[in-house]
Each structure stands twice: as C-alpha cells, then as structure tokens.
C-alpha cells in the first residue's frame, strides 16, 4: 500500500469514527441556534412561517406568538437532546414530528413557497430536507446502525 493509500484509509478510518457524533452535535446546534432565536420576537426570520403553520396544524388552538413560543421550547429540547446524547431517543421521536411540522407548508402554502418561483421563504422550507436526511443518519445510529469501513 503506498502513502496516498494510507493516508486515504486513515481518513476513511477517521470519518467512519467521527462523522456520525459531528452530524448530530452539529444539527443540535443548529436546532438549537434556531430554537433561542424564537424567543426574542422579531429575531427570528421565520416567525410567519411558524406562526401561519402551527395555527394551520393545531386548527387555530395555537396561534402567534403562543405557536412561536412552543415552537422555540420544540426546537431548544431537540437541539439539547442532540447536543448532549442525553434522552436521545425521546430527542429524535420530537424532531420527527417536527420535521413534519417544518416541511408541512410545502403542502399548507404552496403559493408564498413558490408562487413566481422560488421564494426565500421556500428555501427556507426546502432546506429542511437536509434536516430530514441528517435525522435519518443520526436515528439509524442511536437505534444500533453502524457505519463500517472497508478501506484497511
């Protein structure tokens, strides 16, 4: 095996150890990040988004600045949850109806998302389907999947 070769696997090797634990600290902190914002009005740039979307998912039970509120206390939990490991699993049954919650106005508003063309705000939606991807990830490997390396 030459020094390129080696140096590709001990790559490989470092990636299969590290990319998972990163993937979920990383999410977390993003949720997280996301999370807190919610708690200072007009911080946060998706306020409409949430506040028109859970009124829409609760039937008008939760609204404005309620919907905001739960939604920060939502996304700050899951953040922890990822960030420390701790009730992981209960962490990631929350994100997952989250994720419901967050990709829902492509169905609820298709028009503010795309309505002459791509709006911010539907970038803002359609990036959550990275969170979904990164969930996925993080999920498979706190329910026992791992990932291996071939590359020795």
Known sequence: MGRADA?????????TRWSVPALRVTLGLVFLGFGVLKFFPGASPAE???????????FGVVEGAAAVVLTAVVETVIGLTLLTGRWLKVGLVVLAVALVGMMSPVVLFPGELFGDGMTLLGQYVLKDVVFVAAAAVV?????????TCDAR
Do not use: S
């Not at 999920?139 to 999947?145: I, Q």
């Open 7 to 15: 140096v590709v696997v001990a790559v490989a090797v470092h990636l």
């Open 139 to 147: 999920a498979a490997a706190t329910l026992g999947a791992r990932l």
């Open 48 to 58: 409409q988004i949430v506040t028109q979307t859970v009124g829409a998912l609760t």
